[in-house]
Protein backbone atom coordinates (compact mmCIF):
# COMPACT_ATOMS: atom_id res chain seq x y z
CA UNK A 1 0.00 0.00 0.00
CA UNK A 2 2.81 2.42 -0.68
CA UNK A 3 2.85 5.11 -3.87
CA UNK A 4 1.57 8.14 -3.84
CA UNK A 5 -2.15 7.00 -5.20
CA UNK A 6 -3.88 5.09 -2.32
CA UNK A 7 -5.24 1.54 -3.17
CA UNK A 8 -9.13 1.62 -4.65
CA UNK A 9 -11.12 -1.37 -6.04
CA UNK A 10 -14.35 -0.77 -7.83
CA UNK A 11 -16.99 -3.97 -8.49
CA UNK A 12 -19.72 -3.10 -9.64
CA UNK A 13 -22.48 -3.80 -12.74
CA UNK A 14 -26.09 -4.09 -13.91
CA UNK A 15 -28.67 -5.22 -11.13
CA UNK A 16 -28.70 -9.05 -10.29
CA UNK A 17 -25.74 -9.16 -11.85
CA UNK A 18 -24.02 -11.17 -8.71
CA UNK A 19 -21.91 -8.21 -7.36
CA UNK A 20 -22.69 -9.15 -3.69
CA UNK A 21 -21.51 -12.02 -3.31
CA UNK A 22 -18.36 -12.28 -5.21
CA UNK A 23 -17.53 -9.24 -3.53
CA UNK A 24 -17.63 -10.55 0.02
CA UNK A 25 -15.34 -13.62 -1.96
CA UNK A 26 -12.75 -10.76 -2.88
CA UNK A 27 -12.48 -8.82 -0.03
CA UNK A 28 -11.99 -12.13 2.23
CA UNK A 29 -9.28 -12.95 -0.79
CA UNK A 30 -7.52 -9.56 -0.54
CA UNK A 31 -8.07 -8.45 3.38
CA UNK A 32 -10.65 -5.61 1.82
CA UNK A 33 -13.44 -3.97 3.32
CA UNK A 34 -16.70 -2.97 1.23
CA UNK A 35 -18.29 0.28 0.94
CA UNK A 36 -21.82 0.12 -0.80
CA UNK A 37 -22.29 2.54 -3.44
CA UNK A 38 -26.23 1.42 -3.90
CA UNK A 39 -28.49 4.14 -3.46
CA UNK A 40 -31.33 2.41 -1.48
CA UNK A 41 -29.42 -0.22 1.19
CA UNK A 42 -27.94 3.12 2.74
CA UNK A 43 -32.05 3.36 4.08
CA UNK A 44 -32.97 1.75 7.13
CA UNK A 45 -36.59 -0.15 7.31
CA UNK A 46 -35.97 -0.72 3.53
CA UNK A 47 -34.55 -4.40 2.73
CA UNK A 48 -36.22 -6.65 0.65
CA UNK A 49 -36.93 -4.41 -1.67
CA UNK A 50 -33.34 -2.87 -1.95
CA UNK A 51 -31.82 -6.39 -2.17
CA UNK A 52 -29.78 -5.26 0.85
CA UNK A 53 -27.17 -7.81 2.41
CA UNK A 54 -27.58 -9.84 5.53
CA UNK A 55 -25.41 -9.69 8.17
CA UNK A 56 -24.58 -13.25 8.26
CA UNK A 57 -24.18 -12.43 4.21
CA UNK A 58 -21.36 -10.21 5.47
CA UNK A 59 -18.97 -13.26 6.37
CA UNK A 60 -17.48 -10.77 8.83
CA UNK A 61 -16.23 -8.83 6.30
CA UNK A 62 -17.10 -4.74 7.42
CA UNK A 63 -19.26 -3.20 5.48
CA UNK A 64 -20.14 0.77 4.75
CA UNK A 65 -23.17 3.02 3.71
CA UNK A 66 -25.87 -0.02 4.38
CA UNK A 67 -28.60 0.56 7.23
CA UNK A 68 -27.18 3.98 7.96
CA UNK A 69 -29.37 6.42 7.24
CA UNK A 70 -33.96 6.94 7.93
CA UNK A 71 -35.72 6.91 4.58
CA UNK A 72 -36.56 10.56 4.98
CA UNK A 73 -33.26 11.48 5.31
CA UNK A 74 -31.32 13.27 2.20
CA UNK A 75 -28.91 11.05 0.44
CA UNK A 76 -27.58 12.12 -2.87
CA UNK A 77 -23.75 12.02 -4.77
CA UNK A 78 -22.50 14.76 -3.24
CA UNK A 79 -23.68 13.09 0.67
CA UNK A 80 -22.20 9.39 -0.69
CA UNK A 81 -19.37 11.17 -1.80
CA UNK A 82 -18.73 12.80 1.83
CA UNK A 83 -19.60 9.54 4.18
CA UNK A 84 -17.59 7.05 1.31
CA UNK A 85 -14.25 9.66 1.95
CA UNK A 86 -14.67 9.23 5.84
CA UNK A 87 -15.07 5.52 4.84
CA UNK A 88 -11.78 5.13 3.08
CA UNK A 89 -10.09 6.87 5.61
CA UNK A 90 -11.11 4.22 8.07
CA UNK A 91 -10.54 1.79 5.68
CA UNK A 92 -6.84 2.63 4.79
CA UNK A 93 -6.04 3.32 8.68
CA UNK A 94 -7.07 -0.67 9.32
CA UNK A 95 -4.62 -1.29 6.31
CA UNK A 96 -7.30 -2.57 4.28
CA UNK A 97 -8.13 -2.56 0.85
CA UNK A 98 -11.46 -0.65 0.09
CA UNK A 99 -13.96 -2.35 -2.04
CA UNK A 100 -16.76 -0.05 -3.73
CA UNK A 101 -19.36 -2.50 -4.59
CA UNK A 102 -22.64 -1.26 -6.18
CA UNK A 103 -24.09 -0.03 -9.36
CA UNK A 104 -25.12 3.27 -9.03
CA UNK A 105 -22.41 4.40 -11.89
CA UNK A 106 -22.66 8.60 -10.80
CA UNK A 107 -21.78 7.95 -6.84
CA UNK A 108 -18.63 5.87 -8.18
CA UNK A 109 -17.38 8.54 -10.76
CA UNK A 110 -17.75 11.25 -8.16
CA UNK A 111 -15.79 9.14 -5.62
CA UNK A 112 -13.10 8.34 -8.23
CA UNK A 113 -12.26 11.33 -9.90
CA UNK A 114 -12.78 12.95 -6.63
CA UNK A 115 -15.27 15.28 -8.25
CA UNK A 116 -16.05 18.86 -6.14
CA UNK A 117 -19.20 19.89 -6.00
CA UNK A 118 -19.86 23.72 -5.71
CA UNK A 119 -22.15 25.37 -3.49
CA UNK A 120 -24.15 26.70 -7.07
CA UNK A 121 -24.47 23.21 -7.84
CA UNK A 122 -27.47 22.66 -5.18
CA UNK A 123 -29.94 25.21 -4.95
CA UNK A 124 -33.38 24.54 -2.68
CA UNK A 125 -35.13 26.95 -4.02
CA UNK A 126 -34.56 25.52 -7.88
CA UNK A 127 -35.12 22.74 -6.86
CA UNK A 128 -38.16 22.79 -4.78
CA UNK A 129 -39.35 24.57 -7.67
CA UNK A 130 -38.85 20.97 -10.39
CA UNK A 131 -40.57 19.18 -7.30
CA UNK A 132 -43.50 20.67 -7.50
CA UNK A 133 -43.71 20.75 -11.15
CA UNK A 134 -43.00 16.53 -11.00
CA UNK A 135 -46.55 16.97 -8.52
CA UNK A 136 -48.31 19.20 -10.44
CA UNK A 137 -47.60 17.75 -13.46
CA UNK A 138 -46.18 14.72 -13.49
CA UNK A 139 -43.01 13.15 -14.20
CA UNK A 140 -43.52 12.66 -18.07
CA UNK A 141 -43.45 16.84 -18.35
CA UNK A 142 -40.12 17.06 -15.94
CA UNK A 143 -38.85 14.12 -18.91
CA UNK A 144 -39.77 16.45 -21.68
CA UNK A 145 -37.89 19.28 -20.20
CA UNK A 146 -34.88 17.78 -20.06
CA UNK A 147 -35.39 16.07 -23.34
CA UNK A 148 -35.17 20.05 -24.20
CA UNK A 149 -32.20 21.18 -22.80
CA UNK A 150 -30.30 17.60 -22.79
CA UNK A 151 -31.78 14.49 -24.90
CA UNK A 152 -28.37 12.33 -23.96
CA UNK A 153 -29.86 12.34 -20.14
CA UNK A 154 -32.85 12.32 -20.99
CA UNK A 155 -32.24 8.99 -22.31
CA UNK A 156 -30.40 7.51 -20.32
CA UNK A 157 -32.59 8.63 -17.44
CA UNK A 158 -36.10 7.27 -16.74
CA UNK A 159 -38.80 9.23 -16.34
CA UNK A 160 -39.78 7.24 -12.75
CA UNK A 161 -36.25 8.29 -12.02
CA UNK A 162 -37.53 11.80 -10.11
CA UNK A 163 -34.38 12.41 -8.27
CA UNK A 164 -31.94 12.12 -11.34
CA UNK A 165 -34.43 13.82 -13.29
CA UNK A 166 -34.91 16.69 -11.08
CA UNK A 167 -30.79 16.43 -10.51
CA UNK A 168 -30.28 17.15 -14.15
CA UNK A 169 -32.48 19.99 -14.84
CA UNK A 170 -31.21 21.52 -11.74
CA UNK A 171 -27.61 21.54 -13.26
CA UNK A 172 -29.03 22.87 -16.14
CA UNK A 173 -30.49 25.75 -14.43
CA UNK A 174 -27.53 26.39 -12.26
CA UNK A 175 -24.91 25.97 -14.52
CA UNK A 176 -26.34 26.39 -18.29
CA UNK A 177 -24.53 23.29 -19.53
CA UNK A 178 -26.33 19.56 -19.90
CA UNK A 179 -25.31 17.12 -16.76
CA UNK A 180 -24.44 14.56 -20.02
CA UNK A 181 -21.81 17.11 -20.84
CA UNK A 182 -20.22 17.83 -17.00
CA UNK A 183 -19.90 14.08 -17.06
CA UNK A 184 -18.69 13.60 -20.01
CA UNK A 185 -15.61 15.98 -19.00
CA UNK A 186 -15.14 13.76 -15.34
CA UNK A 187 -14.78 10.70 -17.66
CA UNK A 188 -11.97 12.39 -19.00
CA UNK A 189 -10.12 13.48 -15.61
CA UNK A 190 -7.52 11.13 -13.68
CA UNK A 191 -7.96 8.70 -10.93
CA UNK A 192 -7.59 10.26 -7.60
CA UNK A 193 -6.47 6.69 -6.79
CA UNK A 194 -5.06 3.49 -7.52
CA UNK A 195 -7.99 1.85 -8.95
CA UNK A 196 -9.28 -1.01 -11.09
CA UNK A 197 -12.54 -0.78 -12.37
CA UNK A 198 -14.23 -3.62 -12.94
CA UNK A 199 -17.50 -4.14 -14.43
CA UNK A 200 -19.43 -7.71 -13.54
CA UNK A 201 -21.62 -8.78 -16.42
CA UNK A 202 -23.34 -11.54 -17.88
CA UNK A 203 -25.52 -12.69 -20.87
CA UNK A 204 -28.41 -10.52 -21.33
CA UNK A 205 -31.12 -13.17 -20.95
CA UNK A 206 -29.09 -14.87 -18.40
CA UNK A 207 -29.28 -11.70 -16.23
CA UNK A 208 -32.81 -11.20 -17.04
CA UNK A 209 -34.19 -14.41 -16.07
CA UNK A 210 -31.89 -13.21 -12.71
CA UNK A 211 -34.08 -10.33 -12.50
CA UNK A 212 -37.31 -11.71 -12.60
CA UNK A 213 -36.55 -14.43 -10.32
CA UNK A 214 -34.97 -11.83 -8.03
CA UNK A 215 -38.38 -10.02 -8.20
CA UNK A 216 -40.12 -13.28 -7.45
CA UNK A 217 -37.31 -14.14 -4.64
CA UNK A 218 -38.64 -10.60 -2.70
CA UNK A 219 -42.43 -11.26 -2.91
CA UNK A 220 -42.28 -14.54 -0.83
CA UNK A 221 -39.83 -12.51 0.96
CA UNK A 222 -42.52 -9.92 1.98
CA UNK A 223 -41.88 -7.00 -0.20
CA UNK A 224 -45.73 -6.11 0.35
CA UNK A 225 -45.50 -5.77 3.93
CA UNK A 226 -42.25 -4.13 4.10
CA UNK A 227 -43.48 -1.45 1.78
CA UNK A 228 -46.91 -1.41 4.36
CA UNK A 229 -44.97 -1.04 6.97
CA UNK A 230 -42.87 1.66 5.94
CA UNK A 231 -46.46 3.32 4.21
CA UNK A 232 -47.67 2.97 8.17
CA UNK A 233 -44.64 4.86 9.28
CA UNK A 234 -45.66 7.74 7.18
CA UNK A 235 -43.35 7.46 4.38
CA UNK A 236 -45.01 8.80 0.93
CA UNK A 237 -44.38 8.78 -2.68
CA UNK A 238 -43.11 11.71 -3.04
CA UNK A 239 -39.78 10.96 -0.57
CA UNK A 240 -37.33 10.18 -3.10
CA UNK A 241 -36.44 6.83 -0.79
CA UNK A 242 -39.54 5.63 -1.92
CA UNK A 243 -38.82 6.22 -5.46
CA UNK A 244 -36.94 2.74 -5.83
CA UNK A 245 -37.54 0.28 -7.80
CA UNK A 246 -40.27 -1.94 -6.31
CA UNK A 247 -41.51 0.53 -3.81
CA UNK A 248 -43.01 3.01 -5.61
CA UNK A 249 -45.00 -0.06 -7.53
CA UNK A 250 -45.71 -1.77 -4.53
CA UNK A 251 -47.13 2.01 -2.64
CA UNK A 252 -49.26 2.43 -5.82
CA UNK A 253 -50.55 -1.34 -5.22
CA UNK A 254 -51.43 -0.51 -1.72
CA UNK A 255 -52.93 2.87 -2.51
CA UNK A 256 -55.00 0.56 -4.75
CA UNK A 257 -54.23 2.64 -8.05
CA UNK A 258 -52.53 -0.67 -9.68
CA UNK A 259 -53.53 -4.40 -9.06
CA UNK A 260 -50.77 -6.67 -7.69
CA UNK A 261 -50.25 -8.48 -10.98
CA UNK A 262 -49.14 -4.96 -12.45
CA UNK A 263 -47.22 -3.78 -9.98
CA UNK A 264 -44.79 -6.86 -10.31
CA UNK A 265 -44.72 -6.72 -13.90
CA UNK A 266 -43.51 -2.77 -13.41
CA UNK A 267 -40.79 -3.89 -11.09
CA UNK A 268 -39.95 -6.54 -13.45
CA UNK A 269 -39.77 -4.65 -16.50
CA UNK A 270 -37.86 -1.28 -14.84
CA UNK A 271 -35.56 -3.39 -13.45
CA UNK A 272 -34.55 -4.70 -16.93
CA UNK A 273 -34.98 -0.93 -18.15
CA UNK A 274 -32.28 0.13 -15.01
CA UNK A 275 -29.64 -2.78 -16.34
CA UNK A 276 -29.62 -1.92 -19.46
CA UNK A 277 -29.11 1.81 -18.54
CA UNK A 278 -26.52 1.18 -16.25
CA UNK A 279 -24.61 -1.12 -18.73
CA UNK A 280 -24.60 1.81 -21.13
CA UNK A 281 -23.05 4.03 -18.15
CA UNK A 282 -20.13 1.80 -17.66
CA UNK A 283 -19.35 1.34 -21.43
CA UNK A 284 -19.00 4.93 -21.57
CA UNK A 285 -16.23 5.20 -18.61
CA UNK A 286 -12.83 4.86 -19.06
CA UNK A 287 -9.99 2.52 -17.73
CA UNK A 288 -13.03 -0.07 -17.43
CA UNK A 289 -12.16 -4.03 -16.71
CA UNK A 290 -15.13 -6.01 -18.26
CA UNK A 291 -16.12 -9.26 -16.37
CA UNK A 292 -18.40 -11.33 -18.88
CA UNK A 293 -19.32 -14.25 -16.03
CA UNK A 294 -19.57 -16.50 -19.16
CA UNK A 295 -16.28 -16.36 -20.21
CA UNK A 296 -15.07 -17.60 -16.94
CA UNK A 297 -18.06 -20.43 -17.00
CA UNK A 298 -19.52 -19.08 -14.25
CA UNK A 299 -16.84 -19.95 -11.89
CA UNK A 300 -16.40 -17.22 -8.92
CA UNK A 301 -12.94 -19.15 -8.12
CA UNK A 302 -11.93 -18.34 -12.20
CA UNK A 303 -13.19 -14.75 -11.79
CA UNK A 304 -11.47 -13.81 -8.69
CA UNK A 305 -8.08 -15.45 -9.67
CA UNK A 306 -8.38 -13.04 -13.09
CA UNK A 307 -9.17 -9.86 -11.14
CA UNK A 308 -6.31 -10.49 -8.53
CA UNK A 309 -3.79 -10.52 -11.45
CA UNK A 310 -5.17 -7.33 -12.79
CA UNK A 311 -4.70 -5.97 -9.29
CA UNK A 312 -1.06 -7.36 -9.10
CA UNK A 313 -0.41 -5.80 -12.39
CA UNK A 314 -1.29 -2.42 -11.07
CA UNK A 315 0.56 -2.63 -7.49
CA UNK A 316 -3.08 -2.68 -5.94
CA UNK A 317 -2.33 -6.06 -4.25
Not at 61 to 76: G, K, Q, R
Not at 215 to 220: H, K, N, P, R, Y
Amino acid sequence: MTGEKRPLVILTGPTAAGKTELSIKLAKKIGGEIISADSMQVYRYMDIGSAKIKKEEMKGIPHYLVDVLNPEDEFNVYTFQQMAKKALKGIYKNDHIPIVAGGTGFYIQALLYDIAFEPEQENTRVREKLEKLARDKGNSYLHKKLEEVDPEAAEEIHENNVKRLIRALEFYELNKIPISRHNKEQREKESAYNSCYFVLNDDRNKLYERIDKRVDAMLEEGLIDEVKHLKDMGYHKDMVSMQGLGYKEMLSYLDGEITLEEAVYLIKRDSRHFAKRQLTWFRREKDVVWINKQDFNYDDARILDFMTDVMMQKGIW
